[in-house]
């Protein structure tokens, strides 16, 4: 596949959501890209094998590029703690809370449903994936002079979300407390803005949504968490690094595996893989807290002093 390459689209299928890998994406992300190219031309070229449209699948064949494993950076235990008190002062204060104590990915935390959640049995299933906006011109191709995401009559032409696909994916969390007493009362606010929009309320049942009730836009959350970062004096990071630092909370707080895997919705075959590449974040703190216990429990009292 050549460097600028265009996919065909195909309406609302995987291959529909990938972007052209260009001459600037030569490392990273366009390596990421590849594999998800490859991965959506072999299973649809498996299928049409499978229909008898076409006698073999050369995808299988075709290797993809190697696919550098990418730095864990989890924020720390202090960090994730100012970005929760500056969180607070935001709307939608409850999505970033999710973000950091549930570890979903973008598309599964916009994509939430109040059908969905159970506040009173204390769990959230994790069934949809909010889509990206794609947009075509309103105005008679291009009118406006803009791109068709800026064009004044713009129309939608991508649902906006979809079934989440892998049976990791689909998966039942349960909700701290702390979190429940959240959700609560981001749900009394959305009440209160329901009644405020009157007519205007899409009412589409999101949990993270509009003050009139439609969906999120990914682009604008991820700007929001870049802006929260800066709020809180906390280092600049990704929207994905929540995701690591909810991992490794679970895994220094000797969650089963079993579990951890379920929570974080990781493919059984790739699983052990993913707890392995937490294991050096992981392992220095553990040796942390071993020491700390160490201290507490066989040094005896005023022997530090003597030492000094």
Request: charged fraction near 25%; include cysteine; hydrophobic fraction near 35%.
């Amino acid at each position: 596949m050549s460097a600028n390459t265009w996919r065909q689209p195909t309406g609302d299928s995987d291959l529909a959501d990938l972007s052209p890998i260009t001459d600037k994406q030569s490392t990273g992300s366009a390596a990421g890209t590849a594999h998800h190219v490859h991965r959506t031309v072999r299973t649809t070229l498996s299928e049409a094998v499978r229909r008898g449209h076409v006698p073999n699948n050369p995808a299988e064949i075709a290797k993809a590029p190697r696919l550098e494993e990418e730095d864990i950076e989890p924020f720390t235990i202090e960090e994730v703690q100012s970005l929760l008190v500056e969180a607070a002062k935001l709307r939608n204060s409850a999505r970033w809370v999710v973000a950091l104590a549930l570890g979903l990915r973008q598309g599964k935390a916009l994509g939430l449903h109040w059908e969905d959640v159970d506040l009173d049995a204390g769990y959230v299933r994790i069934r949809k994936n909010r889509l990206r906006p794609k947009y075509a011109h309103g105005c008679g191709g291009n009118q406006c002079g803009r791109k068709a995401g800026y064009c004044p009559k713009r129309q939608q032409t991508r649902r906006e979300h979809k079934p989440t696909k892998s049976r990791a994916g689909r998966r039942t969390i349960g909700l701290p407390d702390p979190l429940i007493k959240i959700l609560r009362q981001h749900q009394d606010v959305q009440e209160r803005e329901r009644s405020a929009a009157g007519a205007d309320w899409e009412g589409k049942g999101y949990v993270f949504a509009s003050p009139v009730g439609g969906p999120l836009s990914p682009n604008t959350d991820f700007h929001v968490w870049k802006r929260l970062l800066r709020d809180a004096g906390v280092r600049d990071g990704r929207l994905h690094d929540a995701r690591h630092t909810a991992a490794t909370v679970l895994l220094i707080l000797g969650v089963p595996d079993v579990v951890v895997d379920s929570i974080m919705g990781w493919e059984p075959g790739g699983a052990a893989r993913m707890r392995a590449r937490y294991m050096h974040v992981t392992g220095p703190m553990l040796r942390k807290v071993a020491q700390q216990v160490g201290r507490a429990l066989w040094e005896l009292p005023g022997a530090q002093e003597k030492s000094n």
